[in-house]
C-alpha cells in the first residue's frame, strides 16, 4: 500500500520521497522502478526500526538533509499476526502492538516535531473543524 501511495503521490507532483523501512531488500525493485519511471524526483530509502524513537530521529534528520523539508507523513507500517487470538502469544501480541500502534505514533511524533521546526506549527493549531 505504501508504494502505491507514493506512487500516486509522485504522478501529482511529489519532489521528493523518503521511505523508511527495516527490510528495504523486499521493496528495492519497485523502489527501483520508482526511481526509473520518475528521474526528476529524488527517491530515497532508509533501514529504521520504527519502535526506536532515536533511530526515527535520526532518520528524520537524514531526510531533511536530502529533502529540504518534511511536508508530508504517510505511515503504512505494520504487521499482522496471522494466528488465531485463541493461539497468540502475549509476546507476539505486544510485537503487533508495538509496531503497529507505538511505531505509528513515533514517526507522526518525529515528523511533527520537524514540522514545528519548519513554521508549520501554525497550521496545525489553527485548523479548524466543522462538525
Not at 4 to 16: C, F, I, M, T
Not at 69 to 89: N, P, Q, Y
Amino acid at each position: 500500500m505504501g508504494l502505491s501511495a507514493a506512487r500516486a503521490l509522485l504522478e501529482h507532483g511529489l519532489s521528493g520521497l523518503m521511505i523508511f523501512d527495516l527490510d528495504l531488500g523486499q521493496a528495492e525493485d519497485k523502489i527501483q522502478e520508482l526511481r526509473t519511471e520518475f528521474p526528476a524526483a529524488t527517491i530515497s530509502s532508509t533501514v529504521v526500526n520504527i519502535t526506536d524513537d532515536v533511530a526515527l530521529g535520526q532518520a528524520v534528520v537524514e531526510t531533511v538533509k536530502q529533502l529540504g523539508s518534511i511536508d508530508i507523513l504517510l505511515c503504512f507500517a505494520g504487521v499482522v499476526g496471522c494466528i488465531h487470538a485463541i493461539e497468540m502469544t502475549g509476546t507476539e501480541f505486544k510485537r503487533v502492538l508495538d509496531i503497529n500502534t507505538t511505531g505509528s505514533f513515533l514517526c507522526a511524533q518525529a515528523v511533527a516535531k520537524e514540522m514545528i521546526k519548519q513554521g508549520m506549527y501554525f497550521l496545525a493549531t489553527n485548523a479548524s473543524v466543522k462538525t
